[in-house]
């Protein structure tokens, strides 16, 4: 009997129709449009507009795009994981609310947080799912409203963060193809250096949290810039060596898309062409949950059965880790 591996077998993608530029952000911080290139990459990001919107309105149009162009129908859904730092609210999960308004009455679902690994640290549950074989078609969003937490006065942040959602389904193979390995690591020396200091059950919100800007993401650039250059770098390197690939053998690096020179560093570490780097940052700058699952959206018909693709992130807390993927079909 073949062994059961997950892969993944349809993709979907959305992202708000605003468009925030780097010129434009020129007059609302004190920062120029090849200052923000040459440091990272980013040319424009989207912003969700409109009341009431949140995370849950991203994820929703993401999965209802990977329906509709896999011809599913999601009341063969198991199981709804949303990747997400950026909640719809606390208590009530978002994911929840997502897996019914998209007609997936017959899974469960929950919110998974691992800042901007939240997305990779999903691809592990979602394919142990699989794997155990008590679950058919796992699937797997991951969305960010980063915009709601950011400062838009602080150049340090509201220069780096969009808003976006993709989305994933995760199905048993038996070929060999889809997860093939992983390495997961965290460390919570990085717990002060990105950060939302109001509204978790340490500092409630209140009139003074407000007044203080305590409801924005706080992050230090030197410091996550430091432990995410290592870290993605050493995790994407180590699974190369452990699952014997050279740079010959790897189709496609899947980068967290953070900062375009953490990106480089990473792919120089493994010795891969930057011509098999999959890179959108310059359009939507870091969207957190959504940066992966986005780039597959993105090259999906780039992407060839067989394909051996590596994955990276790194995150706030902090968290990071790497995937070994084979691709598991042609997209026509």
């Known amino acids: 009997m073949n062994k059961i591996t997950a892969a993944i077998t349809a993709v979907g993608g959305y992202v708000p129709d605003f468009v925030l530029s780097n010129k434009v952000l020129e007059t609302m911080v004190d920062t120029n449009d090849e200052w923000i290139t040459s440091r990272t990459g980013i040319k424009e990001r989207r912003i969700l507009k409109g009341e009431g919107l949140g995370t849950s ?16 129908d999601p009341l063969e859904i198991d199981l709804v994981l949303m990747a997400t730092a950026t ?62 937490i950011i400062d838009y006065t602080d150049r340090t942040t509201c220069i780096i963060f969009g808003d976006g959602a993709g989305a994933v389904l995760f199905e048993p193979n038996l070929e060999g193809l889809g997860f093939q390995d992983e390495i997961m690591k965290s460390d919570g020396i990085g717990r002060d250096f ?7 059950s340490m ?26 250059v290592t870290g993605m770098a050493d995790v994407s390197e180590k699974i ?17 898309q953070a900062n375009k020179r953490i990106i480089d560093a990473t792919s120089s570490r493994m010795g891969v062409d930057e011509s098999k780097v999959l890179i959108n940052i ?31 992130a790194f995150g706030g807390g902090f968290t990071w880790g790497s995937i070994y993927l084979k691709w598991a079909y042609n997209r026509e």
């Not at 309105?57 to 599913?72: C, F, R, S, V």
């Not at 009139?207 to 650039?221: K, L, R, S």
Request: with cysteine; charged share 20%; aromatic share 10%.
């Open 57 to 72: 309105y991203l994820a929703i149009q993401a999965a209802k795009d990977l329906l509709k162009k896999g011809n599913i």
């Open 282 to 312: 310059e359009k939507y700058g870091n969207t957190t949950s959504a940066t992966l699952p986005l780039l597959l959206f993105d090259f999906e018909k780039k992407l060839k059965k067989g394909d051996n693709l590596i994955f990276a």
């Open 87 to 148: 909640p719809d609210m606390l208590v009530a999960s978002t994911g929840v609310y997502v897996a019914s308004q998209i007609g997936a009455t017959n899974a469960f679902a929950y919110d998974l947080q691992a800042a901007c690994s939240s997305f990779l640290f999903g691809m592990s549950t979602a394919s142990a799912y699989i794997e155990s074989g008590r679950y058919k078609k796992v699937l797997l969003i991951g969305a960010d409203k980063m915009s709601s």
């Open 240 to 256: 190369m060596q452990r699952n014997n690939l050279t740079h010959d053998d790897v189709n496609w690096l899947v980068a967290h």
């Open 203 to 228: 500092l409630p919100p209140s009139h003074e949290t407000v007044d203080a800007n305590q409801h924005f993401i706080f992050q230090d650039g030197k410091q996550v810039y430091k432990y995410a």
């Open 194 to 200: 990105l950060k939302m200091d109001a509204g978790g």
